[in-house]
């Protein structure tokens, strides 16, 4: 249990640094430049590879 | 009962942007900067957060970026907290297949060797959400979100349904591409009806996440080994076939905790917790140690 707790706590601490990093790289700016634009794949506007 | 509320909920709120299901346009404010934890296409009209893993292909597909610390720091998190509670109790396409599964029909029990189908959700993370956006991309050194493109029904169903009939003239080219995502659609759909979430059994890359994460996740479900007499009416209750007194941490299970009340003699419990009740004998921690 002791490992399980640990584990959990340090996946925690990881990610919440993983997610200031991406902060700091402006990642958010390319998830929501894509999040606020109608995504034409998603909808199934375009074309098939073959 | 509990559990259709939180779902519904969620959902609703989570989708709550109606000018856009009006209009057929998409929110566009600053909540988009942060992902929701359950599979929400964020192009659905509706939609006030972002997709994880639309958001984990927009950032590895970038000319920019080739791996998303943000994206998968937030689905870490989520995963390190709850695992695949969330695709119990706050995913809007998980409520979705399970109304569908309440139409009146045969219900086929996925179980034995059709369990391996699972393994498709790999392939659906490492070639189509990482390898396709990551390796295949264009002149300018862009990928295209391949399980958004090739795949994902949630899109179909939430985003292009409700914006080609809010303004069917704004989307009137569709083609192949469309009719490839919406015969998948129809597939799940229907599939559904007879299948209990055969999208998160055997599609959904971010439930093969949360999967991983139910082994170390703050919130467990907890067999009192000094109770369980192995009867088996659990799994019989489980629509997902999980042999619970085995695994209380199975990658497969979605936490959505109707194996509690069927068992006799109360051994299951769920919840955030380190330490074992006095009266559990220990249990949670003598489970995790086999």
């Known amino acids: ?50 | 009962m509990v559990r259709k509320i939180v779902q519904s909920l969620t959902a609703v709120v989570s989708n709550s942007y109606i000018t856009g299901f009006l209009k057929g346009t998409i929110y566009q404010g600053k909540l988009k900067n942060v992902c929701v934890p359950g599979l929400n296409c964020y192009s659905c009209p509706g939609a006030l957060g972002s997709c994880p893993i639309g958001s984990l292909q927009a950032v590895i597909g970038s000319a920019k970026y080739r791996f998303s610390f943000y994206v998968t720091g937030l689905i870490l998190l989520f995963g390190g907290f709850l695992g695949r509670w969330i695709c119990g109790w706050i995913c809007p396409f998980g409520l979705l297949q399970e109304l569908l599964h309440k139409v009146p029909g045969k219900k086929i029990r996925i179980s034995g060797n059709w369990k391996k189908l699972s393994w498709i959700r790999y392939i659906m993370l490492f070639v189509f959400v990482i390898g396709l956006p990551l390796f295949v991309v264009n002149i300018a050194g862009y990928g295209s979100p391949a399980f958004c493109k090739y795949v994902c029904p949630a899109g179909t169903i939430e985003a292009a349904l409700p914006l080609i009939l809010a303004a069917p003239d704004q989307f009137g080219s569709l083609g192949g591409l469309f009719i490839l995502k919406a015969s998948i659609a129809a597939v799940v759909v229907i599939a559904s009806i007879f299948i209990y979430r055969p999208f998160c059994t055997m599609l959904c890359p971010l439930g093969l996440i949360y999967g991983w994460m139910n082994k170390i996740s703050m919130y467990q479900m907890q067999v009192d080994k000094d109770k369980c007499i192995e009867c088996g009416k659990c799994r019989v209750a489980c629509k997902l076939d999980i042999e619970i007194y085995k695994n209380p941490t199975s990658m497969e299970c979605i936490r959505c905790g109707e194996c509690k009340p069927v068992c006799p003699t109360n051994a299951i419990s769920s919840g955030i917790k380190f330490r074992t009740k006095a009266e559990g004998a220990a249990s949670f921690t003598e489970i995790e140690g086999k």
């Open chain 1, 1 to 50: 249990m002791f490992h399980r707790k640990a584990a959990s706590i340090a996946v925690i601490i990881i990610a919440i640094a993983m997610v200031v990093f991406g902060i700091y790289r402006t990642e958010v700016s390319d998830v929501f430049n894509k999040a606020i634009r109608i995504c034409l794949e998603c909808i199934g506007i375009g074309w098939l590879p073959w």
